[in-house]
């Protein structure tokens, strides 16, 4: 990879706006036959990696529940130093999501309740007016009414210019009467700016038997001006501005696989609001991805950005 080029911010500042799922991801050990208990939820992880990565001006808006779990999730942000007053306190349990430790891409079973109920807020839409980027994944998009927010959030962000970044991880155990269809999933990929698919999430959307080439052909046909495919061990395979890019992992000690696509959207982001080389943007993600890799869970406790790069010489 040569190009120095970089992923240019529109707005002043240096934040970003998650949106979407804050829940507790229990991840059992079939060896040990323990389970630990974490944090989760894909736009959670990532605003408390990039705290950790060094990121200030993170702002998230999610729902939980009056229970103990929820309690734990906002002693987490508070750990963390990010603001709980955007986090709504529902009548409706905190979301579970149970997982088996593994280090192939995990297989989830959903317990929802809280975490879609976000509705558009006065300080959400200032949030998201002042931030260089806004972020959130396919789960608000599958029942209301966190599927009206995010489609409002979306013009919102296009008129304020601020770069969407959208994480398409569609499940079918997910979908309602009242989830966004494929074709729907389709148009948002039109209108955001970055996105980070998995071969899994592209035979979810586009179907089966393609090559890895012709899904990233397809997103940006779409229109997506950012595709980064991730593709495990093979490293990852990247489009922008009519040029592909492949780039191999940093992963050597693999424990498990639960939450390194979000440090990788952590890495990434990390380096777009340190208007980085789109090189070391792509960097960026990977050597985050492999350092979670080799820890149990989302909660890696991912250490400085400076560190980081540090350790796998990045920006040399």
Partial sequence: MTTKR?????????????????????????????????????????????????????????AIGNDDYGKLILNKFNENSILTNSINITKYPTSVVEINKTTNTPIPN????????????????????????????????????????????????????????????????????????IEEIKEVISKVDIIKPSIDDSQRIFGKGYAIEEYLDMYVKLGAKLVVMTLGEQGLIASYQGKTYKLGTYAKDIVDATGAGDAFWSGMYAAILNNESLEDILKSGNICSAYNLSYIGGDSNLPSYITLKEKYKIGE
């Avoid at 995010?150 to 398409?168: C, M, N």
């Fill in 6 to 62: 970089s992923f240019k911010l529109c707005n002043d500042g240096k934040g970003i706006t998650l949106i979407g799922e804050v829940l507790i991801d229990k991840i059992h050990d079939g060896l040990t036959k323990s389970v630990k208990v974490l944090c989760g939820g894909s736009p959670a992880n990532i605003a408390i990696n990039l705290v950790n990565l060094g990121i200030s001006n993170v702002k998230f808006h999610g």
């Fill in 110 to 181: 959903f317990i929802r309740g809280a975490d879609y109920h976000i509705t558009l807020t006065e300080e959400m839409v200032f949030d998201i007016k002042r931030s260089n980027i806004v972020h959130f994944s396919y789960w608000p998009l599958s029942n209301e009414p966190a599927k009206s927010m995010i489609l409002e959030v979306i013009e919102i962000a296009k008129a304020s210019r601020t770069i969407i970044g959208f994480d398409p991880n569609y499940h079918s155990e997910l979908t309602t009467e009242q989830s966004i269809t």
